[in-house]
């Protein structure tokens, strides 16, 4: 690996004979174009995206390390791809920035206060121990590169509650409010949906789970009843796989409330639909993001992977990140790429001083407005649980599957 | 004992091909006879140098490899003897003759596809019976299908697909049921799967509580010969982890977890932890998946267990065994994760997803 003198510094790219061809597989959450420009630019390599929903990409990811050098998906994600063997451990040593990447996926910790171990906790997943088993004692090997994480809920439009709703806190069982029926949708992905529905369920006082992030085979099945008997009194409007997909549901006016990810919020917010994202008084579901190396990558092209790891957390990376609602996990380095009223807005939950752009558009946040949740660890400290990969994931993935095709 | 385990373990080789071809092989092999066919093969191991000089040869084991009843197994033996390829000596069974045709001295080790000089592990001859054919097929339909759901399997679809009787069918079915792979519901239909991590992991308590307790009572009679052959076998697994792929593993396994307990006299104890190996297809349909060579710190268990046998320090062994088999565990949820990435795969049509 070249060191480079300053962060963002363009490399030329005489520093390398010939130029690498780099391939990250992931889903649209990162693998965004104007990020490959600005990558391929500041590293001089040619970066490919291979891009895929979240289940296509994990596939992807366990059976061919060779077809992608970085994998760039979620922490929990790891409990398919570690055992499968498909990735290399990244040496922290050559992570220039490690010491910045702040407590919440090194330790467990946001604060002073840990945060929950409901879910697929990623410090839990992050360490390789010497056995190449993964666990929170830290060494100088780690499975997945903490980078992007959010905390979840959903979307409502203010329109469209209904008056019994208004006056009361908003909680996951709206998800399943009688009133909403038909208006409602949630995302497609077993890890991730099914958590969603769990919370909601639990919230709606129909089942209750002794540990939400690892759901029992009783569990699954209940649940997964429930939400059989819903869809065919046809409550469930949709299903969505990506940010888009979910952002359209609502924009056409299909759906009135919805699990979300936030740069949906920033499409709805374009639209110009009134809308509220939740801070549910059960919690959120949180997600750390992150970059692994294939088992198989070697030689120059892992020297360029590590520059593209090391490149998320120079700053500029982190920033676009910022302005679809998304956090870092270094982001006193992406501070230099926000004015103050973004940093105020994003990270602070503070109103909006000015208007402020998007990340390729120059407006996207009007004056005044503030984003829902408060600053980064009143949301980030809420988490009731984790995205999962259940000890049962592969009998939920199953039975998840019969309630998407029933 | 070993007849049932070694089945259970022979399923999952099978795994990472679709269950068709698997199943018309099987078919397409016409009624050869098997005693000339195993005589053959065996011939031709012992003419080519693959099988050791002066290796003990007996019916049971033989016949387990080749998957047919010991009859067969007896009457090539005879032949081979009349070859003079093998010689009667002081003690059950054969010994395999020098390139000479001597006799040298018995070797005693434990039988294997490998110790037999086949080339490809799964060899055992495509020539089982009718009834032999169907189990191993329904075998290998059954463990690729459990861990993607719940299936029926139709009795009468399976009569056509293999064009013999629905009695036929039954007896192999009631046979995989032994073995805890499919059940029977109420309603009289067969059932197979899903695979859970909770059954993985009773099976794994179970045998945390009953294979150290075998090994205890079958340890006075393990011979040396076959520690020290299994010791050599661990040890040079562990030197080149790359050389050894999933059926090689499954060897590995068969030494350690069949036949190091296999002189227990208490049968039932066997038979009960016999029907707790289903952890082993999940094992298998991963490492076949992901065409994987076995992780150092299984292998490492492995040594951890016959070195003290050598040592003749059974506690210790015991000790260890429960040990690998709690690390097992672990490893084995894991992978049943990593399972539900696998897109389901194309099954015989008489497997019929229950929705």
């Not at chain 1, 209940?222 to 990506?242: E, Q, V």
């Not at chain 2, 998957?67 to 009349?82: C, D, I, N, W, Y």
């Not at chain 2, 340890?219 to 792929?245: C, H, N, Q, T, V």
Request: one cysteine or more; a neutral charge; aromatic letters at 8%.
């Amino acid at each position: 690996m070249k060191p480079k003198s300053t962060p963002s510094k363009p490399t030329s790219a005489a520093v390398h004979p010939a130029k690498i061809e780099l391939r990250v597989l992931g889903t649209t959450v990162t693998l965004q174009e104007h990020i490959r420009k600005q990558a391929e630019q500041d590293l001089g390599i040619k970066l490919r995206f291979i891009i895929d929903d979240g289940s296509a990409v994990q596939r992807a990811g366990v059976m061919h390390p060779e077809n992608y050098e970085v994998y760039d998906q979620w922490f929990h994600s790891i409990d398919c791809l570690w055992p499968a063997r498909a990735l290399q451990p990244i040496e922290t040593s050559r992570i220039r920035r490690w010491d910045e990447i702040n407590a919440l996926p090194r330790t467990g910790q946001l604060g002073d206060h840990a945060c929950t171990n409901a879910g697929s906790v990623p410090v839990d997943r992050l360490y390789v121990q010497p056995d190449n088993s993964l666990a929170r004692t830290p060494t100088g090997r780690i499975s997945m590169l903490p980078l992007t994480h959010n905390a979840d809920s959903f979307v409502y439009l203010e329109d469209a509650l209904p008056a019994a709703l208004q006056a009361t806190p908003e909680s996951w069982a709206w998800l399943l409010s009688p009133e909403l029926s038909g208006r409602v949708a949630l995302q497609a992905d077993a890890a991730i949906g099914a958590i969603d529905a769990a919370l909601a369920v639990e919230a709606a006082g129909l089942m209750k789970f002794a540990d939400i992030g690892n759901l029992t085979i009783e569990e699954i099945d209940g649940l997964i009843a429930t939400l059989i008997d819903f869809k065919r009194r046809g409550h469930f409007a949709g299903f969505w796989s990506s940010f888009d997909e979910a952002a359209q549901l609502m924009i056409t006016n299909k759906v009135a409330i919805q699990s979300i990810w936030s740069p949906a919020t920033v499409e709805l917010e374009r639209a110009g639909l009134r809308f509220r994202l939740a801070s549910p008084r059960e919690g959120y579901r949180a997600w750390f993001g992150g970059m692994a190396l294939s088992r198989v990558a070697r030689g120059r092209v892992l020297d360029a992977a590590y520059d593209y790891l090391n490149w998320w957390l120079d700053g500029w990376a982190g920033a676009t990140m910022a302005r679809q609602g998304f956090y870092i996990s270094n982001p006193e380095r992406s501070r230099g790429h926000l004015n103050d009223a973004e940093w105020a807005y994003w990270y602070d939950g503070k109103p909006a001083e000015a208007e402020l752009p998007g990340p390729t558009s120059k407006h996207l946040v009007t004056a005044g407005q503030q984003r829902d949740g408060g600053n980064y660890v009143a949301r980030m400290g809420r988490i009731a649980v984790w995205d999962s990969v259940m000890d049962e994931h592969n009998y939920l993935v199953r039975r998840w599957n019969e309630f998407m095709r029933a | 004992m070993t007849r049932s385990a070694r089945a259970a373990l022979k399923q999952p080789t099978r795994t990472d091909k679709a269950a068709e071809p698997v199943i018309d092989a099987m078919i397409d092999t016409d009624k050869r006879l098997r005693y000339r066919l195993i005589h053959d093969q065996l011939k031709s191991a012992i003419a080519l140098g693959r099988i050791a000089p002066g290796l003990v040869l007996l019916e049971g084991p033989v016949a387990r490899i080749f998957g047919t009843s010991r009859v067969p197994v007896r009457k090539a033996f005879e032949m081979l003897h009349a070859d003079g390829l093998l010689h009667t000596f002081e003690g059950r069974g054969y010994l395999v003759a020098g390139a000479d045709g001597s006799a040298p001295e018995p070797l005693r080790a434990p039988l294997s596809e490998a110790s037999l000089g086949f080339e490809q592990a799964q060899a055992p001859l495509e020539l089982p019976s009718n009834s032999e054919r169907i189990y191993h097929a329904l075998e290998a339909a059954v463990s690729i299908a459990i861990a993607f759901g719940h299936y029926r399997i139709d009795e009468s679809a399976a009569a056509t697909a293999f064009g013999v009787s629905r009695s036929a069918v039954r007896e192999a079915l009631s046979r995989l049921r032994d073995f805890g792979l499919v059940e029977k519901s109420a309603y009289s239909h067969w059932l197979a799967g899903p695979l859970t991590a909770r059954a993985v992991a009773q099976d794994y308590e179970l045998r945390m509580l009953l294979e150290p307790a075998a090994l205890r009572a079958s340890y006075a009679k393990l011979s040396r010969e076959m520690i020290e052959s299994a010791f050599a076998d661990i040890e040079r697994a562990i030197r080149d982890p790359g050389s050894i792929d999933a059926d090689g593993l499954q060897r590995l396994e068969t030494t350690l977890h069949v036949e190091c307990l296999q002189h227990a006299s208490n049968k039932k104890l066997l038979g009960t932890i016999d029907r707790a190996l289903m952890p082993l297809t999940v094992n298998h349909a991963f490492f076949n998946a992901f065409n994987l060579h076995p992780e150092p710190a299984t292998l490492v268990e492995h040594r951890a267990v016959l070195r003290p046998l050598l040592d003749g320090n059974i506690d210790a062994a015991a000790d260890a065994l429960l040990d690998h088999l709690r690390a097992g565990q672990k490893r084995t949820l894991q992978r049943l994760k990593v399972l539900a990435v696998l897109p389901e795969p194309d099954l015989p049509a008489y497997m019929q997803r229950i929705v």
